[in-house]
């Protein structure tokens, strides 16, 4: 049985095979760990001299494996723990409160989504906490959990008991399929998959738009509601709609009115004293071909810093021109007090899918290290119009490839292998970052996967690092005339691509990883690493190929540690470790901090392309994974969330 610890026994010392030192507890009371961002825990029970020590404390399964959808959906939950209760959302929008230290099901609520219908996107990223401070503790949804779904409601439901907070909303719901020109009915094409952020009882949300289907879709905004009532208090819409906007100038005008998306789907982060929300925002759909969109499209592809209480634009940076190659911001911002020539800095980084972390004051949006606007390869098809320059900071470096890539750089693990990969590779454009998409086919790398996806960066103060999962896989994105699309998407020729109608254009599109035979990406190794950033310095200070191929390619081929593909971030503690999972080959580990070197592992009972959390409960610390696997990265399908720790007590005690 678990006994608390006096806080002052034998502090500062540690068995080698027991707990022994209680810890303050710790909680994990946003997504990302506060509302920051920073994916950092100062909880450090854990650490080098414990870490090997780790064992699992339990586990818990859902029950959600998806029976009866239509795709299947992906656990990607990054827990909450407020309260001494953990919440945690599966990838249908079933919140599920769970004793964090026992693992045993307090409650859940169902939404009950309409499983018989097709989603763009099939997870759901977590859940967020508001405590009403005008409320006493008794009162009925006193603490409130919010969540986003696949069928575009935001619900309230009361953190004790489940229960639907209905003074929220109409029962506790918010229609978010309201004023955002919905154009389908019969799919779930607009939704919410990352929790929204709440700053002095106003809730911001974004959402999740299906936008390669055409040029006239859903509108991208993004909302901030009263948090008790559900009420709208503002909009903000990434794309300019008339004069009165000061981006509007930059576009031409019939098409600022028609064009959609450029929303904001990765998680949110917020600064409450400054009361401001910092949103990365998306692409304007289509995501391929930008000929309906002329100019550099902004607000989207940016980071956006909007006053909470009331949207107003306060700065915006953005970080890829008239994108025409998927290249979302896709991950949370992360706030950080940020050493610079001698001076500390309130600061946000931004991780992109092209692996380059840009750094602004926070307050105001400028650039920390210097942005230079570079020449990028030109040669759209016929009606684009590309930017003719895209915007490079100075430092840190790229943290992945952005050269040219030909024949000569193809893998394989046998000949075979290789020279269907170089065949691959020498049929498609390839002019180094940022290669339009072509009728020929692009080889696009960094790929519209990422580079840095939602995983995001994690970030110690202490040391100034930042780490983040870097993934660099090949892809093809081929453009097809639009009176050619149906017959190639037919002919069976790619049956690995997916295809994308583009309506309102000349074109259709189709893309797909490029893979050999063995079923390994047709680039050199390593495909996914964990690296490190010196943030004062801007200097990489170190990189390690992440995952081996034990569940990626089949005997004979020996398990290799060559750094593998993935999906999820990186969590930093106090006890100088980075764990993450992310990896398709199923395992959790730690590495060093300070030196990259992996530390432990454990094997998960399905894939963990989640990020993990930990806190610190009755002073014992526990390190949590959501083991669901991803149905696009084909790992283990699971409803496992496990929770390791450790030991309570020797054997021989």
Known sequence: MQKRLLSGLLVGLWSATCLTVAEVDREWNHYGGSEKGQQYSPAKQINLQTVQNLEEAW????????????????????????????????????????DPIKGTEIWRYDPKLD?????AETANRGVSSWIDASASKSQACAHRIYIGTLDARLIAVDGVDGGLCTDFGQQGVVDL????????????????????????????VGSSIGDNRGVELERGIV???????????????PIPRDESNPAFAGWVPEQARKSAAANAWA??????????????????????????RKGDNRYANSLVALQAATGKLVWHQQLIHHDVWDYDLPAQPTLVDLKHKGRLIPAVIQ????????????????????????AVPQGGVLGEHLSKTQPFPVAPPPLLRHGRMTG????????????????????????GIFTPPSLRGTLQMPSYIGGINWGGVAFDETTQLAVARVSEVPTVVQLIKREGLQAAAKSGNYPDSQYARQTGTPYGMRRQLLMSPFGAPCSSPPWGKLVAVDMEKGEIQWQVPHGTIEDLVPAPIPNLELGVPGIGGPVITGGGLVFIAA????????????????????????????????????GRQYVVIAAGGHTGADTELGDYVLAFALPLQSPAQ
């Open 59 to 98: 586990r818990y399964r859902t029950g959600e494996l998806g029976e009866g959808s239509r795709q299947g959906y992906s656990f990607q939950t990054n827990p909450i723990l407020v309260n001494n209760t953990l919440y945690l959302s599966t990838g249908s929008g079933i919140i599920i409160a769970v």
């Open 115 to 119: 499983r018989s219908k097709s989603t």
């Open 177 to 204: 399929s309201v004023g955002v020109n919905l154009t389908d009915r019969s799919a779930y094409e607009y939704s919410v998959t990352s929790p929204p952020v709440i700053v002095d009882g106003t809730l911001v």
């Open 223 to 237: 909302r901030g509601f009263d948090a008790r009532s559900g009420e709208l208090k503002w909009s903000f819409d």
């Open 267 to 292: 998680p949110l982060a917020a600064d409450s004293e400054l009361g401001i929300v910092y949103v990365p925002t998306g692409s304007v759909s289509p995501d391929f071909y930008g000929g309906e």
């Open 351 to 374: 991780a992109t899918k092209t692996g380059l972390l840009f750094t602004f004051d926070r307050r105001t949006g400028e650039p920390v290290f210097a942005i230079e606007e570079r």
């Open 408 to 431: 000569d750089d193809a893998f394989g693990f046998a000949l075979y292998d290789e020279w269907d990969c170089e065949d691959q590779f020498e049929s498609l454009r390839s002019d």
């Open 583 to 618: 990896a398709v080959d199923n395992y959790l580990r730690a590495y060093e901090l300070s030196s990259g070197s992996e530390v432990w592992k454990a094997r998960l009972p399905a894939g963990g392309q989640a990020t993990p959390m930990t806190y610190v409960v009755q």
